[in-house]
């Protein structure tokens, strides 16, 4: 009886494995179909769907991020990636033009996940949270006012003001961050992680390197 133990345990663990990849996969679709972005919200609707109820084989937002990715590959094809450039240069000018608030790109749109229903996020930094909005008064830009709460560390947290507005044809997403916020990128809700941020710098880097690699795999 006892030689049998290992054998069901290993088989147990196969099985909630596959149930996790089964559950990443689906959460992944309902993701990229629909425009949801609450990765908690999309794994309950996927264990719904799949009739998966146990805890264990539910994955962690980074598998379902990563699974993601591979579905984008597999469906989106270049209109996917010709929308993701279009945002990354429409975020580069937003860069330019809030400068003096040492801004950053953020989210969906700088880890290359972004979709047809995905804004651009900043990050601003300014310890007068009034300053970005007399910005965009002064530029005649009108902007939703919200608020938001970003995970400083594993013990703080702090809530910021947001201001939504559109621009080119597409939403935009700023969160005003105290000057500080600079030294250390708040945590990711994706994995509890310092949140990815890129420069104005950075992201051209990134758009260089996005245009050498589609030349590259266009067939001679």
């Known amino acids: ?17 596959e149930r996790r990849q089964r559950l990443a996969h689906e959460a992944a679709r309902l993701i990229a ?5 609450d990765f908690h919200l999309a794994k309950r609707k996927a264990a719904q769907r799949l009739g998966i109820f146990d805890d264990a084989s539910l994955p962690r937002n980074r598998e379902i991020e990563d699974a993601l990715r591979e579905y984008q590959r597999l469906f989106s094809g270049q209109d996917r990636l ?3 450039r279009h945002r990354r240069e429409a975020a580069l000018r937003a860069l330019a033009f809030f400068d003096a608030f040492r801004p950053r790109l953020v989210g969906p749109v700088l880890d290359g996940t972004a979709d047809a229903h995905s804004p651009v996020a900043l990050h601003l930094h300014c310890d007068d949270p009034d300053a970005v909005s007399r910005w965009l008064d002064e530029h005649g830009i009108p902007a939703r006012a919200r608020s938001r709460n970003l995970r400083l560390d594993h013990e703080r947290a702090c809530e910021v003001p947001v201001w939504l507005f559109e621009a080119e044809g597409l939403d935009f997403d700023a969160s005003v961050l105290p000057l500080d916020g600079l030294r250390q990128a708040p945590r990711s ?10 420069s104005a710098l ?3 880097a990134l758009l260089a390197e996005a245009e050498i690699a589609a030349h590259a795999a266009v067939p001679r």
């Open 82 to 84: 010709d929308a993701l």
């Open 33 to 37: 179909e629909s425009g949801m972005r």
């Open 1 to 17: 009886m006892t030689g049998t133990h290992p054998h069901a345990h290993l088989h147990a663990q196969t099985r909630t494995r």
């Open 202 to 204: 950075q992201l051209r």
């Open 189 to 198: 809700g994706v994995d509890g992680r310092p949140m990815p941020r890129a």
